[in-house]
């Protein structure tokens, strides 16, 4: 488990958020996942996770998500099974769902609004529908930046100093230096080799 958690995270770093979400589903990690399909504008997984929280009996999850998508009437409902019904009549006369839907209303009529909710809702102006973002990126992972390798990481891909050899005499070649650029290191010092000590 530890190390789906840590490759979704260097996944995340990276853009590549496939792998983000595979390692999430791996992990059982569902509060990330709902949060990823948000990010990423994927709705319709995000809709399906709130079926499987309310199938689940996981309450939390399946408000959560309803919160994500912006569907009130499923908030209501899920307050109302939960048995909180303040919060449902309060979130109906909100966003006054009362006036448009008989079941709703019918939520609403089971509490009286206290002085408290009509203060709250009459502070703030009309309340507004809290909706997920329009993703930038969508069904895409992330643009990567191309990089070419120096000579030292080369090496280490062919795994010998011969090879990073090769590479840095075709590199000289490419850039210009001809052959024989290697010979011209040991005439700094005046002498080919040696220290220029004696």
């Known amino acids: 488990r530890a190390t789906w958690s840590r490759l979704g995270v260097e996944a995340l770093r990276h853009g590549n958020y496939e792998i983000v979400e595979y390692c999430y ?9 709902a949060f990823l399909y948000l990010c990423t504008g994927d709705l319709e997984k ?4 709130m079926k499987i929280a309310e199938v689940k009996g996981r309450v ?4 959560h ?17 939960a048995g909180q019904l303040h ?19 019918a939520i609403a009529s089971k509490v009286e609004a206290s002085e408290e909710e009509a203060t709250m809702l009459g502070e703030g102006g009309p309340p507004k529908l809290l909706m997920p ?27 010998s100093l011969e090879a990073a050899a090769a590479n840095a005499e075709q590199a000289a070649e490419e850039a210009g230096m001809g052959e024989g650029w290697e010979d011209t290191v040991g ?6 080799g040696g220290d220029g000590m004696g």
């Open 46 to 49: 995000l809709n399906k996770m």
């Open 60 to 63: 939390m999850e399946w408000f």
């Open 65 to 81: 998500t309803a919160l994500y998508l912006g569907d009130v009437r499923e908030r209501v409902g899920i307050l109302h099974s």
């Open 133 to 159: 973002p329009t993703p930038i990126l969508k069904d895409t992972n992330w643009p990567l930046l191309n990089i070419t390798k120096g000579a030292l990481e080369t090496a280490f891909d062919f795994g």
């Open 87 to 105: 919060l449902a009549a309060a979130m109906v006369r909100a966003h006054n769902l009362d006036q448009t839907d008989e079941k709703m209303a």
């Open 187 to 192: 005439d700094a010092w005046g002498v080919d």
């Open 25 to 33: 589903q791996k992990t059982h990690n569902l509060e990330r996942l």
